[in-house]
């Protein structure tokens, strides 16, 4: 198989919305007409109630309810509501993946996102909001895999659990290319900026290849950080062994590390 044999099922690549591709490709875009998109989104009827309802949870805690898109952009801002709409639209592009926990699957990408969004806050080298998006789309190679090719996808899940084989070793031996290599494709068909196809490719090993971006160790770290968080590490645990060389490539200061602690109780709010 082939990454291109995934792509060329139309039927079954992840539905995002219209609008939802136009805020993500216009992150690199210091001309992009935001106000023009929030109209969109406000044209939009299923994922501007989506929006609204979040805008409107206990996490945002606002002092009055919000009815409207542009209500919504007044109290929060263009940057905090092209963060709900990304993360919304892509949340709701596939429904029933056979194989795959989709509550699980996006929360695990939310707080991935959270994460990264927070390391991103500690360098110059990468911008918040592209890491943000590109912890939420981070793992959008294996949900292809799922939707496209159900039985290698689950055929997959078994040798991992059953014969403890690594992840990339079992996708490599059942397909000859790795997931993260199919999310790249993906998000070169859907034309999204080439930093966060590159990002996706690289994070699982950002120090393995020739020009590693700095936005793939941003992904490195807050993979790794979930991970200990979800398996209950201690924080001396996950401070001994984050690995350095990574937070160098991310341009992290080494004394991010004795602030951790915050980055272990993050919660997305975005459930």
């Given amino acids: 198989m082939e990454v291109k044999d995934l792509l060329q099922q139309t039927d079954k690549l992840p539905n995002v919305p219209d609008v939802v591709r136009e805020l993500i490709i216009a992150l690199k875009d210091p001309d992009a007409d935001y106000n023009a998109i929030a109209a969109k989104v406000g044209q939009d009827q299923t994922l501007s109630l989506k929006i609204l309802r979040l805008v ?23 940057d905090k509501l092209n963060t709900l709409v990304i993360a919304s639209g892509l949340a709701n592009s596939a429904v029933n993946v056979d194989g795959l926990d989709l509550k699980l699957f996006w929360r695990d990408s939310f707080m991935v996102a959270t994460i990264a969004s927070w390391l991103a806050q500690k360098t110059e080298e990468v911008e918040e909001d592209i890491a943000f998006t590109a912890g939420i789309i981070y793992n959008i190679g ?15 899940q078994s040798l991992v659990k059953d014969k403890k084989a690594s992840r990339i070793a079992a996708e490599m031996e059942r397909l000859s290319f790795t997931t993260q290599d199919a ?5 070169d068909l859907w034309k999204f900026p080439s930093e966060l196809g590159l990002a996706i490719q690289q994070y699982k090993r ?45 341009g992290i200061p080494l004394e991010i590390i004795d602030k951790l602690d915050e980055a272990l109780v993050l919660e997305t709010g975005l459930e």
């Fill in 56 to 78: 409107n949870s206990a996490h945002f805690g606002l002092s009055r309810k919000v009815s409207s898109i542009d209500e919504a952009v007044v109290l929060l801002g263009m």
């Fill in 142 to 156: 294996r949900l292809l895999l799922h939707l496209a090719a159900p039985k290698d996808a689950m055929e997959i």
């Fill in 183 to 187: 999310g790249k494709a993906l998000l």
């Fill in 206 to 250: 950002p120090l393995g290849y020739e020009e590693p971006t700095p936005l793939s160790a941003i992904l490195n770290l807050a993979n790794y950080l979930n991970g200990a968080k979800s398996s209950d590490r201690s924080v001396e645990d996950i401070k001994q062994f984050i690995p350095k060389k990574v937070m160098q490539l991310a």
